[in-house]
């Protein structure tokens, strides 16, 4: 059964967010409350990464093609090679560059839209990295400046209210640094929507270097992220790194972070980016050496043994997955010119601390290594067995003695846990494999396999 097209509808306007486009339909048909809308026109979980049959049921009820209103959809084009990358604004971005549970927007700008069904929430606006309103030079909104609760996109409030009833047009606005200002037009220069931004004629030249100018949106977003958060965050703050690898999850985006920290880490960003290369070594040598006692003998790896250190060893990738290369490019000739250091060079390790780490290394992989690591992962859990299971685990740890009974003995804590399948019960009992093992301990002393690991420690 074809939808039928409701009797008043508002038209889709290029750069405007699916969020919205859905709040200023419910204005055009009167109603007050968001979901009361979205419950009637069975759009409950609607948003701009939603499924095609979703999408299609909003543009039967608006009367549109749906090739109407699929400029606000953030689709991921490949999802089984690109994960986490979504289409915004026409552009393959990465969806974690965006703010993915609250509304930023201008107030100023949603009061001079007029109407409730005339304010337009504008896609650009919930990128993290690009926190000002560029045409009145503001600071972007996410939370009531009454109750202090954060405008989320799919709680239940008034159509273009806080939960507490303020009106967003009426939130009070704070200037942005003119810093912050040339970072976010310089990123909304690569969107293509000058006038939705605010400013016709907005140009990326004299914004940023002639290196830089070439860069994608995501990209650029990518290095403004990382050069932001490490510049901002102070050398008392950053935390040492105790291990001897690179984690290269440690860049993922903090979703929580409040516009002000956004507008921080532009505005240290800024100064870096407009003086490259140049700026970005002089945050490479404030970072280096912030460890004065790295625990791991590799020469890098010990330079930058903290957080923000490995952060800036973790290479950037782009939405194909090849990394982006402009930040590791100046770090290798840095460590090339201050330390003599090439990239990927063999370290200087002495030989006593290779077969150390060899033979670590095999032990680990071998069988009794990985019951060692079984077993000290069920001690530390204080896990609970089957006796049956239990009594197979001890054989392996013992082999020449008799295996306790777990239900014989009174020192071994059990547990009775009840299965429901079907309308039946299925009860088990189940026993402390820490109780358990000590009990053999007591009786036969320590097993050479936990004697090395120490995971029965009293």
């Known amino acids: ?20 486009y859905v709040r200023r339909f419910a204005a055009c048909l009167g109603y007050e409350k968001l979901d009361a ?27 549109f093609p749906i090739e109407q209103l699929l400029h606000m959809r953030w689709r991921d084009p490949d999802a089984e090679t690109a994960r986490g990358v979504v289409t915004f604004l026409g552009q393959r971005f990465r969806s974690s560059h965006l703010s993915l549970a609250r509304m930023r927007f201008c107030p100023v700008c949603l009061h001079e839209d007029g109407a409730p069904e005339q304010r337009i929430l504008r896609d650009h606006w919930a990128m993290f990295m ?41 939130v009070a ?40 100018e070439g860069a994608s949106l995501n990209d650029l977003a990518s290095i403004v992220d990382r050069i932001g958060v490490i510049a901002a965050t102070p050398a008392d703050q950053d935390e040492p790194v105790a291990d001897d690898k690179l984690k290269y999850n440690a860049g993922t985006i903090d979703q ?34 912030r460890n004065p006692a790295p625990t791991t003998q590799h020469k890098v790896r010990g330079l930058f043994a903290t957080k ?94 008799t295996p306790c009974s777990p239900t014989d003995q009174p020192g071994i804590r059990n547990r009775k846990v009840v299965t429901t399948y079907d309308g039946r019960s299925f009860p088990k009992n189940l026993f402390s494999t820490r109780d358990a093992l000590r009990v053999m301990e007591d009786l036969y002393g320590p097993s050479s396999t936990l004697t090395e690991t120490g995971c029965l420690e009293r």
């Not at 059964?1 to 919205?20: D, F, Q, T, W």
């Not at 701009?48 to 979703?54: D, G, I, Q, V």
């Not at 880490?265 to 280096?288: K, S, T």
């Open 1 to 20: 059964m074809a939808i039928r097209p409701l009797n008043r509808v508002p038209i889709p306007v290029v750069g405007e967010s699916a969020y919205g």
């Open 37 to 63: 809308f979205r419950h009637a026109v069975q759009l409950r979980e609607f948003g701009p990464t939603s499924e095609l049959a979703r999408w299609e049921r909003l543009a039967g009820l608006a009367g």
């Open 130 to 170: 690009a926190p000002v309103c560029v045409k009145h030079g503001t600071l972007l909104v996410d939370t009531c400046d009454h109750c202090g609760d954060p405008f989320e996109y799919r709680r239940k409030t008034g159509i273009w209210n806080c939960g507490c009833g303020k009106d967003m047009a009426d």
């Open 173 to 212: 606005t704070h200037p942005a640094s003119r810093a912050a200002c040339g970072i976010t037009m310089a990123l909304q220069s690569r969107t293509g929507l000058m006038r939705a931004t605010g400013h016709i004629n907005l140009s990326k030249d004299g914004i940023l270097p002639k290196i830089l």
């Open 256 to 289: 929580e972070r409040t516009i002000a920290e956004c507008a921080r880490q532009i505005e240290y960003a800024n100064p870096i980016l407009r003086d490259w290369p140049a700026g970005f070594e002089r945050l490479i040598a404030d970072v280096a050496g």
């Open 308 to 401: 923000m250190g490995r952060l800036l060893l973790d290479p950037l990738r782009g939405v194909d997955g090849k990394p982006i290369g402009l930040l590791d490019r100046v770090l290798r000739d840095w460590l090339r010119r201050e330390h003599g250091y090439r990239w990927g060079q063999r370290i200087d390790v002495p030989k006593e601390a290779l077969q150390q780490a060899e033979h670590e290394r095999a032990e680990r992989s071998s069988p009794q290594g990985k019951l060692r690591a079984r077993v000290g992962k069920l001690v530390e859990d204080d896990a609970f067995m089957q006796a049956s299971k239990l009594r197979a685990l001890i054989a392996e740890l013992w082999p020449a003695a």
